[in-house]
């Protein structure tokens, strides 16, 4: 998929306030300082569309990108870690989760998680709640730029192993690198092949 075109719409707080669900819409989200924002502007080959930060907790509301006119990428607020009050981080929760489960033109989920880091019980307990709930997604590993191919490799078994022990089937997985770009063309082609097949709900 070629990316000709990429703009911002609008962030939202609640549910009601986002666009019209009439497109397929991408959800992107992870642990607070994942880099995010930075993935999404390696994405879309359009520097500064997400805007990045060193704070964890810097994404604070539902943002939509309108892509080709055609689909809706959407950063969500981290979870995890941020400075912030625990009530606060309790409301982006809420607003995440409702958004996850209320959604009609949501398609997919693509979850990142830091390559570099071992199986966090965060992202651990975030994915069985979204299987639960029947939302799909995709593991997206970050950062992988910052490892040896060895070292990797074992990341990435660790997080299947950990998986396996209470999954019946693993989610798919991308190795990604916004320094590299490894990993674009894979998520691309992904969404590609679920626009082609998406029909409004």
């Not at 082609?189 to 679920?194: D, K, N, Q, R, T």
Request: with cysteine; charged share 25%.
């Amino acid at each position: 998929m070629e990316i000709k075109k990429a703009d911002y719409v609008k962030s939202s707080a609640r549910l009601d306030q986002c666009p019209e669900p009439l497109l397929p819409e991408y959800a992107f989200i992870g642990r607070s300082n994942v880099g995010k924002s930075t993935l999404i502007n390696m994405i879309t080959g359009k520097k500064g569309l997400a805007k990045t930060s060193g704070t964890p907790g810097k994404t604070q509301l539902i943002s939509h990108f309108i892509i080709n006119e055609e689909w809706y990428l959407v950063d969500l607020p981290g979870y995890g870690y941020a400075r912030r009050s625990r009530s606060e981080r309790g409301s982006w929760e809420r607003m995440v989760r409702t958004y996850l489960t209320g959604r009609t033109s949501l398609v997919q989920v693509f979850l990142l998680l830091d390559a570099r880091l071992e199986p966090q019980d965060s992202d651990l307990r975030f994915m069985e709640w979204m299987a639960r709930n029947g939302i799909p997604f995709v593991l997206i590993f970050t950062k992988s730029d910052k490892l040896g191919r060895t070292r990797l490799q074992e990341q990435v078994t660790a997080y299947k192993e950990e998986l396996m022990q209470t999954w019946d089937s693993l989610p798919p997985a991308i190795i990604s690198s916004a320094t590299t770009r490894q990993g674009r063309e894979e998520i691309l082609s992904l969404i590609g092949e679920l626009n082609d097949e998406w029909t409004r709900p």
